[in-house]
């Protein structure tokens, strides 16, 4: 029996998502490889030495996601994805075999490049390929398989801390070397999976696009009502595109619609760091070491904390596609604006270190599980999902590329700003984000339209008619139902085979 379409796509994508695995484990790895005893002994580093760790990969990463928008345009969605696993593989094995900081140093920055190249073009792969039924979903997968990468990161710091001694490097090498085993799957296998049908179609390549498609969408019937109807709504947007859009960063700028589609993606990045996000990762070790919470203890309980965040990943990907873009958002950071209230009044009122409070310390505690939920059931995922969605073919490496440095950008200043804030004034600086997560929900109640089950092509038709100021809007009033009615007449003259989900 041949597999549904949409559950093909949906393989692809979740093989896809290795890259994202790559991700949430470096990130979640280091913490405790830096923590342990062997390391510590090995390299002696200052605090600022082991902060220098942190933002080499984010800054890496930044470089890596600016240049993976114009090398995914010109190589390709698939040989993108295979430039950042080799580049990835090559950062992971100099951190493995690091004899000194600056070796390891090297292999944060060259794994943070190949990381920025893959976060970034994976996202654009999994929505071109993808029915606009269940993109969500597929794109969804970003947020989960780094979640993914972060739980098995967890275990493994934890596991190789309780197992080897402190005299041995093993404390912390095979943690490290363990990441370069997915990114060898990943760099290997990618070239065998599809690649995407509007890249295609966008560079000439008509005949293959039109073939993939049919593979993605109806077991290879080229003569699919929905496969005709797309390709044709596909080729007339290129070819406008092509007369009209843009053909260089510049016109992302000069360019109405494509400037407020830039704006929008690149506030959801921004967004994402000031929810707080980087900053109650960083808080969260030192609060349970200061309520008496052995190491190992503490890597147990970030343990937990990622499988939380698996939960509410898995319950995203269900949903997503139902409860649509809009107001996920925006309910997603009131929901982060309430638990650091919360969590902000806890060490104002018992400060941790000064306070022999241990009910107040573990609320601290349960709140940062709580945030996590919330954060990743809503805008973690979303902020991958709706900025590859919204751009034009010709605009979409480029725009999501623009995104992720954003996003990278800001979640550098946040580690080396982080720190600081928390010698310098304390729990005042959550009060920062308290105010943040509550105007960036009513920033996108303002100004962040409904995408969800929108056709790629048509998120142009939106962002060029749509007001400014979404809420004064009706949603339904902006569905142009361009490719329902493209396949209603295709099969109203009988020239193509009915299409069957």
């Known amino acids: 029996m041949a597999l549904p379409p949409k559950w093909y796509q949906f393989l692809v994508a979740l093989f896809a998502s290795l890259g994202s695995v790559l991700y949430g484990y470096d990130l979640g790895v280091i913490g405790g490889a ?21 933002s080499l990969f984010t800054g890496g990463a930044f470089f890596g996601s600016g240049l ?23 950062g992971g094995g100099l951190q493995t075999g690091a004899q000194n900081l600056e070796f390891l140093y090297a292999g944060r920055c060259i794994a943070g490049l190949g990381v920025g190249f893959l976060v970034m073009i994976i996202p654009v792969y999994q929505g071109e390929l993808a029915h606009p039924s269940i993109r969500g979903r597929v794109t969804a997968l970003q947020q989960f398989m780094l979640g993914i990468g972060a739980l098995v990161a967890s275990w493994a710091a934890y596991g190789c801390y309780v197992s080897f001694p402190a005299t041995s490097s093993k404390q912390w090498r095979i943690s490290l070397g363990c990441q370069i085993v997915p990114a060898g799957f990943l760099a290997m296998l990618i070239l065998l999976f599809p690649e995407s049908p509007r890249w295609l179609i966008d560079h000439g390549r008509a005949d293959e696009g039109l073939r993939t498609l049919a593979k993605l969408h109806a077991h290879g019937d080229e003569n699919d009502a929905w496969v005709q109807a797309e390709f044709q709504q596909i080729q007339d947007m290129i070819t406008y ?14 360019n109405k619609s494509s400037f407020r589609r830039l704006i929008l993606a690149c506030a959801i990045q921004a967004s994402i760091q000031m929810t707080g996000v980087s900053a109650i990762q960083y808080y969260s070790p030192a609060i349970f070491a200061q309520i008496g919470i052995a190491t190992n203890d503490t890597l147990k309980y970030q343990g937990i904390n990622s499988v939380i965040a698996l939960i509410a990943q898995f319950l995203c990907i269900l949903f997503i596609d139902w409860s649509g873009r809009r107001w ?56 991958w999902i709706v900025p590859a969605e919204i751009f034009d073919t010709r605009t979409r490496a480029k725009g999501v590329s623009i995104g992720c440095m954003v996003s990278f950008a800001f979640n550098t200043l946040i580690g080396q700003v982080t720190p600081i804030a928390l010698d310098s004034v304390g729990w005042h600086y959550y009060i920062l984000f308290v105010v943040c997560n509550l105007t960036n929900a009513i920033f996108f109640w303002a100004f962040q339209p409904e995408t969800a089950k929108r056709p790629l092509e048509e998120m142009n038709y939106l962002f060029t008619n749509a007001p400014l100021f979404v809420p004064s809007m009706n949603m339904k009033d902006f569905d142009s139902h361009d490719l329902e009615s493209r396949v209603a007449e295709l099969e109203r003259k009988g020239s193509v085979s009915s299409h069957v989900e």
């Open 328 to 383: 996920a958002m925006i309910g997603g950071n009131l929901g982060n604006c309430v638990t650091f209230i919360v969590a902000t009044a806890l060490l104002a009122s018992y400060p941790p270190g000064t306070s022999n409070n241990l009910g107040a310390g573990w609320g601290f505690i349960i709140m940062t599980w709580v945030y996590n939920f919330s954060f990743s059931l809503t805008n973690g995922p979303l902020s």
């Open 241 to 254: 595109e092509h007369e009209h859009e843009a053909k260089s960063y510049a016109e992302l700028f000069t």
């Open 34 to 54: 830096v923590a342990s005893d062997n390391f510590k002994a090995t390299f002696n580093p200052t605090a600022a030495e082991v902060g220098a760790v942190v």
């Open 68 to 90: 993976a928008g114009p090398v995914g345009d010109w190589l390709g969605r698939k040989y993108t994805i295979l430039i950042g696993a080799v580049i990835f593989i090559l």
